[in-house]
């Protein structure tokens, strides 16, 4: 039989306390109702969405438990605190977002443009920027890390190594295309990607201003066309 795939598995949370994480009767051989086994994506993916909508401070690990139907101990078990829950859920939503963009985000020089590129890289920003229909607008992460940030430390290393990962992922990206020649020679690969940086927050500060698809995409669109005519 194949192995399930990581969003097919199932954490069992008797398993985790046995390994000394605390509650010693699941180990003592006294019987008591076995909890049902979930799927720890799936947790992740609902804690995303209640950080995204209600913000970190606002929600609470009573509201984390009653969104996932997983009690208290068995979220601490399994993930941590309130916090690393949260680092854990964003990761995982930046994971997935870094996915779509590694697939647009090449340039080997075979009949691309970097305006098609870069286009098609603020199409995936500014989907996820306004989400879907019962979302609140604006990127997840963004959001609500930059709120968080002063006042915790790990969200701000976060915040910090999601910056830095940003720019150092475009730099490279727009170095490997000036390489090939899908980028002229006279142009920056540091400065195209603080261009390209400062654009992709100013999508997000007016989608969460209430600006829809279209008015995003024109900026963008008109903002290529500009630095790849």
Known sequence: ????????????????????????????????????AFCPDAVLDTALELFWMKGFAATSLDDLAAATGVSRPSLAAAFGDK???????????????????????TCNGEGDSMRGI???YFDIMIAAYTGEADHP????????A????????????????????????????????????????????????????????NLLMRARAGAGRKELTDIARATTAFLFP
């Open 146 to 201: 930059l709120n968080e940030a002063p006042q915790h430390e790990s969200i701000l290393e976060m915040l910090q190594a999601t910056i830095e990962g940003f720019d150092r992922r475009f730099q490279s990206f727009f170095e490997g295309a000036r390489y090939f020649g899908c980028l002229g020679a006279d142009k920056d690969p540091k400065i195209l990607t603080q261009i390209i940086s400062g654009l992709t927050s």
């Open 1 to 36: 039989m194949d192995d399930p795939k990581p969003t097919e598995l199932m954490f069992d949370i008797d398993a985790a306390v046995c390994h000394g994480q605390g509650d010693v009767a699941a180990c003592s051989g006294r019987k008591r109702g076995r909890p049902r």
């Open 137 to 144: 607008l604006g990127c997840a992460f963004m959001c609500t």
């Open 83 to 105: 916090e690393a829950i949260y680092i854990k859920a964003m990761e995982r939503y930046q994971g997935d977002l870094r996915a779509q963009l590694d697939g647009v985000l």
């Open 118 to 120: 870069i286009d098609r």
